[in-house]
């Protein structure tokens, strides 16, 4: 032990070393039963995309959302293997991709909700792909390395991963971790867990291993059933390398979310304000349809053609006059919006509404009314 | 001493007191000023631009060459945009100032598409001279007009803030120099004599119009209507309210109010007077977990369209926000997608049930119509596209293209550096009608 160096950096050492012995048990996670479809979400569609991409079929970005890119990738895999060309993944496909290719669920979903940047999930050693700079050292590889009595510290991915290049058998030490000559500090004597003695890749965990936790899924997500397929193939295969594409390009595991077409992420918030302002005390479709109001003017030749204009239009909203479009919207708000998006119009394709009890203008009431939903007269 | 201590804290607090009353005045003040600077701005560039699209519609009468002609068109486009734009940002919105707004866009409609156009090829015929001339004339009117109340408001030293004021405050009728020269403006407007716009402007008609032609069948009662409701959502007994559309929509329908006992939620549908079909509905319950996929809750909605007779059905495009599912589904017939007749569905995920259901569209356009067959082969079409897209997909659609006639087109999915395109080619000239780009999933940003 080199006696420069300081306790508090060893004691970290030693615990992400237990952390990082702790969690790196190889998940192999299976699909849960459902048909995967186009413009589903969640936890199947990251596995869908991560074992795609480890066979080279997807290069897009990991983000759980099965658009069109995954979409294209499905079918070319179907045409390839002889599967009927749809575009949904069902029990034949996903049989097959379970024995043609890894998948490392605690891994990937670590990075799938930190938005950690790395280039290619792939056969290759892991440390490869975790990031085109700087990332860490991926659980598994961590393991090897500490079979062979050379477990390293993780370093702390850099901000925006502009650290130095990682190199193989010479690790660039994190901020704060001492190098030791040589490059590799040698772990100072495996911290024992009690219980525990770190399995070898391929192996059924140790009894008292803990199965890694599920995440816990986002909102709106299935869990994957914890039922785990023993893992037949090695961890690190070295059948069929996938040459390893290290582009320096942003992240491409990052979570993500399906939008209407046309209409940013930014947009609905902005519109969700301007509901959740002018009709939050209103029922749910009272809510629609002022949303719809909103997207009726954007369409119409008489008023301006962005949400925001329609929306900011001096005198065209009460809660913009008042300030109440800057209260954080709920998410009925956002679902409001959402529906009227997607063609809802409990309106009549209403122009202008007005509340008879606090309306001021004489103008207001010689529109043609429609119909009254909630508090409010909607009208051409 | 006691007392002029009392006296001296006393002075003190109202000195101090008046000094932040006088700041608190200032600082209004000072954003008073520059509230009515951006409408003064706003007014100021209206203005401006409409002495600008006077001109540059003169410049357009006045030249010879064709080629010339594509750029000053596309220029009185754009000032037609730009002053839509100032317009929108005047406190006009409560009174009836429609008519120039809508004569505006008109205007830009009918530059942008001659614009556009290979005037080499297809020159302006004689009429659209005429309409050119006609707009020339009609400019100068409302530049005249602006002129004036822009003279006004300099000299009188007018406040848009008074504007504001005028019209939150009830006298009618509205006693406001700045109000009355936008009423004269808007009065002369209307009375222009209706310009040939040429037989291709889209319609101004509303979806409304359209739908009540289109739609067929017998009046129904409230009470039959009722019936078609529960039987839609297939409840029995359910409370039960019904109420009759205004006269703002121009087809008759009855609004109905279901009460569904055993989610807890109001269920709101629309059925049409004629036929009584229903036209719209929505639950407003709040949606939990996931439970079911994507894919099955497609089974649910295709189940609901067999059950009300709704056939030939596809689903073209399915989207999962959360815990709801959304289908857009098109007619197919004869193997073509006949995408004007759009039916969506939206299905919770978290116990299968129907909680959205819109058809206006397929009820505006869905009749049993012939589609032709396309007369040149995808072959051909495919060589119209860009050649560095790569296709991915293709399907034969009937769409409705931007002057909203249906036409027959191969529907290409393709793929250019990781971004999706759909590009329309009509199946019988080979022209490109549409193009879109597909949005991708939107990255979650986090604020750190």
């Known amino acids: 032990m080199n006696k420069a160096i300081g306790k508090i950096p060893l004691l970290i050492m030693i615990c992400l070393l237990a952390f990082s012995t702790f969690t790196s048990a190889p998940q192999v996670s299976a699909f849960s039963e459902q048909i995967i479809q186009r413009g589903a979400t969640g936890d199947d569609v990251v596995e869908l995309q991560a074992r795609l991409q480890y066979i080279g079929f997807y290069h897009g970005t990991i983000d759980g959302v099965y658009g069109w890119g995954t979409y294209w990738a499905v079918r070319k895999y179907q045409d390839e293997f002889g599967l009927e060309v749809d575009g949904l993944v069902g029990p034949q496909m996903k049989a097959m991709l379970e024995k043609s290719t890894d998948f490392d669920y605690e891994w990937v979903h670590k990075q799938f909700y930190e938005g950690r940047k790395f280039t290619h999930y792939g056969p290759d050693p892991k440390k490869n792909q975790s990031g085109p700079k700087g990332s860490k050292i991926p659980p598994l590889e961590q393991k090897r390395?500490?079979?062979?009595?050379?477990?390293?510290?993780?370093?702390?991915?850099?901000?925006?991963?502009?650290?130095?290049?990682?190199?193989?058998?010479?690790?660039?030490?994190?901020?704060?971790?001492?190098?030791?000559?040589?490059?590799?500090?040698?772990?100072?004597g495996t911290p024992a867990t009690p219980g525990e003695t770190p399995a070898t890749p391929g192996e059924t965990p140790a009894p008292g291993t803990p199965v890694a936790p599920g995440e816990t899924p986002a909102p709106g997500e299935t869990p994957v059933p914890g039922e785990q397929a023993a893992p037949e193939t090695e961890p690190v295969p070295d059948e069929e390398p996938v040459p390893d594409q290290t582009t320096d390009e942003g992240p491409n595991i990052e979570q993500a979310i399906n939008v209407p077409q046309g209409f940013s992420e930014n947009d609905i918030r902005i519109m969700a304000q301007a509901v959740y302002g002018e009709a939050r005390g209103e029922p749910y479709i009272g809510q629609v349809a002022v949303a719809a109001v909103i997207l009726n003017r954007i369409n119409s030749p008489t008023f301006p053609n962005?949400?925001?204009?329609?929306?900011?239009?001096?005198?065209?909203?009460?809660?913009?006059?008042?300030?109440?479009?800057?209260?954080?919207?709920?998410?009925?708000?956002?679902?409001?919006?959402?529906?009227?998006?997607?063609?809802?119009?409990p309106s009549g394709h209403a122009l202008y509404y007005f509340n008879p009890d606090t309306a001021t203008s004489g103008w207001i009431w010689t529109r043609p009314q429609i119909k009254k939903i909630g508090k409010h007269i909607f009208c051409k | 001493m006691l007392r002029t201590i009392l006296v001296a804290i006393l002075g003190v607090a109202v000195v101090s007191t008046a000094y932040w009353g006088y700041q608190e005045h200032q600082e209004k003040n000072s954003i008073l000023i520059k509230a009515e600077n951006t409408y003064q701005r706003a007014f100021h560039d209206l203005t401006f631009n409409l002495d600008q699209l006077h001109d540059e519609i003169g410049a357009t009468l006045a030249m010879n060459s064709k080629d010339q002609l594509s750029p000053s068109l596309a220029d009185v486009w754009r000032l037609t945009s730009m002053a839509q734009m100032n317009l929108g940002q005047l406190p006009l919105t409560l009174m009836p100032f429609s008519k120039t707004e809508e004569y505006l866009y008109k205007v830009g409609n009918f530059s942008y598409r001659n614009a556009i156009r290979d005037l080499e090829h297809e020159p302006l015929s004689e009429e659209e001279y005429q309409t050119l001339n006609e707009l020339y004339k009609q400019s100068g009117e409302i530049q005249n007009e602006m002129r004036k109340v822009?003279?006004?408001?300099?000299?009188?030293?007018?406040?848009?803030?008074?504007?504001?004021?005028?019209?939150?405050?009830?006298?009618?009728?509205?006693?406001?120099?700045?109000?009355?020269?936008?009423?004269?403006?808007?009065?002369?407007?209307?009375?222009?004599?209706?310009?040939?716009?040429?037989?291709?402007?889209?319609?101004?008609?509303?979806?409304?119009?359209?739908?009540?032609?289109?739609?067929?069948?017998?009046e129904v009662t409230a009470e039959e209507a009722k019936e078609i409701a529960l039987r839609f959502v297939e409840l029995e007994n359910a409370e039960i309210h019904i109420e009759e559309t205004g006269e703002?929509?121009?087809?008759?329908?009855?609004?109905?109010?279901?009460?569904?006992?055993?989610?807890?939620?109001?269920?709101?549908?629309?059925?049409?007077?004629?036929?009584?079909?229903?036209i719209w509905l929505l639950q407003d319950r709040q949606v939990g977990e996931t439970n079911i996929s994507l894919n099955e809750a497609s089974e649910k909605a295709k189940e609901l369209l067999e059950k009300n007779g709704i056939e030939d059905m596809q689903i073209v495009d399915s989207k999962q926000y959360n815990a709801v599912g959304v289908f857009n589904f098109a007619y197919l017939k004869d193997n073509v997608r006949v995408y004007p007749d759009a039916i969506v569905v939206e299905v919770s995920l978290q116990d299968?049930?129907?909680?959205?259901?819109?058809?206006?569209?397929?009820?505006?356009?869905?009749?049993?119509?012939?589609?032709?067959?396309?007369?040149?082969s995808v072959e051909e079409a495919q060589e119209r596209l860009n050649p560095s897209l790569e296709v991915m997909e293709h399907h034969v659609a009937l769409i409705k293209n931007d002057?909203?006639?249906?036409?027959?087109?191969?529907?290409?999915?393709?793929?250019?550096?990781?971004?999706?395109?759909?590009?329309?080619?009509?199946a019988q000239t080979g022209h490109e009608e549409k193009i879109e780009k597909l949005d991708n999933a939107e990255p979650v940003y986090k604020s750190a």
């Open chain 1, 145 to 188: 390395r500490q079979q062979q009595g050379q477990g390293t510290a993780p370093g702390t991915p850099a901000p925006g991963g502009q650290a130095p290049e990682v190199t193989p058998g010479g690790e660039t030490p994190a901020p704060g971790t001492p190098a030791a000559p040589g490059g590799e500090t040698p772990a100072p």
């Open chain 2, 403 to 426: 002057l909203s006639e249906e036409v027959l087109t191969y529907e290409f999915f393709g793929v250019i550096n990781n971004d999706t395109y759909r590009i329309f080619i009509n």
């Open chain 2, 248 to 278: 703002g929509l121009a087809y008759g329908s009855y609004s109905v109010r279901i009460n569904d006992p055993e989610h807890e939620a109001n269920i709101f549908m629309d059925i049409s007077k004629k036929g009584g079909h229903p």
């Open chain 2, 352 to 376: 299968g049930e129907i909680i959205g259901y819109e058809s206006s569209a397929y009820l505006t356009n869905h009749r049993d119509r012939d589609v032709s067959q396309p007369t040149i």
């Open chain 1, 306 to 345: 962005t949400p925001s204009g329609v929306i900011f239009e001096p005198r065209a909203f009460t809660a913009v006059a008042d300030g109440q479009i800057y209260l954080e919207p709920n998410e009925t708000a956002r679902r409001a919006v959402l529906d009227a998006i997607n063609g809802q119009d």
């Open chain 2, 150 to 218: 822009q003279s006004m408001v300099l000299q009188d030293n007018l406040r848009w803030m008074d504007v504001e004021l005028a019209l939150a405050s009830e006298d009618e009728p509205l006693n406001n120099a700045i109000v009355n020269g936008f009423h004269i403006v808007n009065e002369k407007v209307e009375g222009f004599s209706e310009v040939d716009w040429g037989a291709d402007l889209p319609q101004l008609q509303s979806n409304d119009d359209l739908l009540n032609e289109r739609l067929n069948g017998e």
